[in-house]
């Protein structure tokens, strides 16, 4: 079995697709030697043979149609490990950096994902004002408590790393046992959110939580693994060639950069930082730059059609 590898997975029309292919062209950039698989619908692999884009990945393979959703996929991953360390990343992602240091330091774990130690109350809970009266019901403790739990990690699951098979697979089937018990938890419906599915993450974290898997520390200054990329915040060439992402060594301001709108967001930071006198900050290059969130994705959309035209057009007699 080949040591160490990518995967990738994506369903739906063909601008996932384009998403998946230009993500691979920046990895491309720093990492030429490390194969990356792809799991997909035979009609995008039609859409590869027919574009001749297959040639992009080093493996490509059916996704079955109950592994296509973010939870049928990422509480599964045990099921899609064609590498014997694997790197699973989300399709929405612009590669930055050589990713060399990345796996040094991930092969420390038998199975990671990217989080932090503990989730606040907005993990799996409301995004607004009405995440007040969660904190002050205490239903994550309670959901701790139930569940024979000691802490709650907060997982972004745009990164898993999968090394040993038998923990992969008992992470996989106890986040599945803990969704399906959703209704014993505080955690609310991603629906609510305006998302068309839901999250994978919470389940993740319980499981790790259960067998005491460490995270791998979602913030660490210039050596992040991926940071969010937030207009306002992210400086970069237009085809992404370089990046710098603003970046709070303070948490609390850092947090901030989920407000929407720029204005309210600049006021939120300068206020913040000067009450709490932590102006800290650093203009850093991760790992991954991840278009995350819902309001801040048309950078990456239009990067990725792009791509497409221009590799499909070159591949085309």
């Keep these: 079995m080949i040591t160490e590898g990518y995967v990738l997975h994506t369903y739906g029309g063909e601008a996932y697709l384009r998403h998946a292919v230009a993500s691979v062209t920046t990895l491309r950039r720093y990492d030429r030697k490390r194969p990356v698989a792809l799991y997909c619908t035979k009609s995008q692999i039609e859409i590869l043979e027919r574009t001749g884009l297959a040639q992009q990945f080093t493996l490509i393979k059916h996704l079955p ?128 959110e305006g998302r068309s599915e839901e999250s994978c993450e919470w389940g993740i974290a319980m499981a790790m939580s259960k067998m005491g898997l460490p995270v791998y520390n979602w913030y660490q200054g210039a050596n992040s693994p991926q940071l969010d990329y937030i207009p306002g915040m992210t400086e970069h060439t237009e085809d992404f060639e370089d990046v710098f992402c603003e970046y709070y060594t303070d948490r609390f301001i850092y947090e901030i950069r989920g407000i929407k709108d720029p204005g309210i967001r600049q006021f939120c930071i300068r206020l913040a930082s000067a009450i709490l006198r932590r102006r800290d900050r650093m203009m850093v290059t991760p790992f991954i730059l991840h278009f995350s969130w819902l309001h801040a994705k048309q950078p990456f959309h239009d990067f990725a059609d792009r791509v497409w035209e221009e590799m499909a057009s070159a591949t085309t007699p």
């Design 65 to 192: 149609r109950s592994n296509r959703s973010i939870k049928g996929f990422k509480h599964h991953v045990h099921k899609f490990k064609p590498w014997k360390r694997a790197l699973y990343i989300d399709c929405d992602v612009i590669w930055c950096r050589n990713p060399d240091p990345l796996w040094t330091q991930l092969s420390v774990y038998p199975f990671t994902a990217t989080g932090l130690e503990r989730a606040d109350f907005y993990f799996g809970g409301p995004k607004n004002a009405a995440v007040i009266l969660e904190f002050l019901r205490n239903r994550r403790g309670r959901t701790l408590t139930r569940f024979g739990l000691t802490h709650l990690p907060r997982i972004q699951a745009g990164m898993i790393y999968a090394a040993d098979p038998e923990v992969t697979q008992s992470v996989c089937e106890l986040a599945a046992h803990f969704h399906s018990r959703s209704s014993e938890t505080h955690f609310r419906t991603r629906l609510l």
